[in-house]
């Protein structure tokens, strides 16, 4: 972790700032997480409806959270736009993944997908039970707010937590061929996949996101939300980094809040940037390192197509030697 010294913030002083006052200003609001979720296991917390009594929660999204959430108040999300939700889209190779991969089709009930615009809602509709139109007016942290994208997930998510459900969030170009979840350390806030020890942690640009995350619902992870509001106010540029790259640049601030964090081992996830993908191990693939969405759809449906015939030569042998999958035609790592 030495790499990860040079990069972090230096300004530990205007954290410490930055979480006194935001605790000012949330001293007397509605803080439900903080006040009455246990930071222990989930499965004994009581239902959301008796932790929040908010009239500024919308309705809709605590029904798909209760239909969809897991027996440990856990519930899978992603999010798409329009660019990626129509016939042949990522979306449809995303849920097909599912529906192939390794004991993962049932997770299909468990999964939440919150479209960002009206057409990716419509479609989501047609294809799948449980869809959620995320807007500006569609959430009790986002109402009579004009947030960018950045921080309108990050405000999706922070009500999620405070309503007392655990996060599993994908992004919808990770391919599941694997359960992933099983990798989760429930003890911690924080699961993800993202490579923090590469050697090239002097530039961000070169973590290695793996588009997956686990985050515990507590009063931990509620306040690191709160941080991130107050943060994106005095420093606009830092709305744009991802969760990944957020754990290399602010390990100080984690470290501050206390949030604990269990990174998936390497050979779990992958993505198109990567040479070499172990597909006896493999949980999840991500279609990065491409320049436009055909690349993307044209090496995810080779990877799905290659999937299929190590399932089924796994099937027909018991085992098989190392497999060479083909998804670098396009996307180049």
């Known amino acids: 972790m030495a790499a990860l010294r040079k990069i972090k913030s230096p300004y530990c002083i205007i954290v410490l700032l930055i979480m006194l006052i935001t605790f000012l200003l949330s001293y007397n609001s509605c803080n439900p997480t903080t006040e009455t979720v246990d930071t222990g296991a989930l499965k ?10 908010d009239s500024r929660i919308n309705n809709s ?29 990522v979306l449809d190779l995303f849920l097909e993944s599912f529906r ?3 004991e993962t089709k049932p997770l299909l009930n468990h999964l939440l997908i919150v479209a960002l615009d009206s057409k990716a809602f ?10 959620f139109y995320l807007s500006n007016s569609s959430t009790r942290y986002t109402k009579k707010k004009q947030l960018s994208l950045p921080q309108l997930r990050n405000r999706f998510w922070q009500e999620v937590i405070e309503l007392a459900y655990s996060v599993v969030f ?18 911690k806030e924080m699961t993800i996949a993202c490579d923090v020890y590469s050697d090239d942690l002097q530039n961000i640009s070169y973590v290695k996101d793996g588009g997956f ?16 509001d107050m943060t994106r106010i005095l420093f606009p540029d830092s709305q744009n980094r991802t969760l990944c790259e957020e754990t290399v640049v602010n390990e100080e601030l984690f470290e501050t809040l206390s949030l604990r964090i269990n990174y998936m081992e390497q050979d779990r996830y992958g993505g198109f940037c990567q040479q070499n993908i172990n597909m006896d191990t493999i949980c999840t693939v991500r279609a990065n390192c491409c320049d436009d969405t055909e690349s993307k759809l044209h090496d995810l449906k080779l990877l799905l197509e290659d999937w299929r015939s190590f399932t089924k030569k796994n099937s027909l042998r018991g085992s098989s030697p190392p497999y060479t999958w083909r998804a670098h035609s396009k996307c180049k790592g």
């Not at 994908?170 to 003890?187: A, K, Y």
């Not at 515990?216 to 941080?227: C, D, H, R, V, W």
Request: glycine share 4%; proline share 6%.
């Open 122 to 131: 419509q479609y989501c509709k047609t294809v799948h039970p449980h869809c």
């Open 100 to 102: 192939i991969g390794e």
């Open 170 to 187: 994908t992004e919808v170009d990770v391919m599941w061929l694997r359960n992933p979840i099983l990798q989760v350390d429930c003890l």
């Open 213 to 228: 995350f686990y985050l515990k619902s507590n009063a931990i992870t509620s306040e690191y939300f709160k941080y991130q």
């Open 44 to 53: 004994s917390q009581p239902p959301a409806d008796k932790i929040v009594a």
């Open 61 to 89: 999204l605590l029904q798909l959270l209760r239909r969809t959430t897991m027996q440990d108040r856990t519930v899978i999300i992603t999010m798409v736009g329009q660019e990626w939700a129509s016939p042949g889209s």
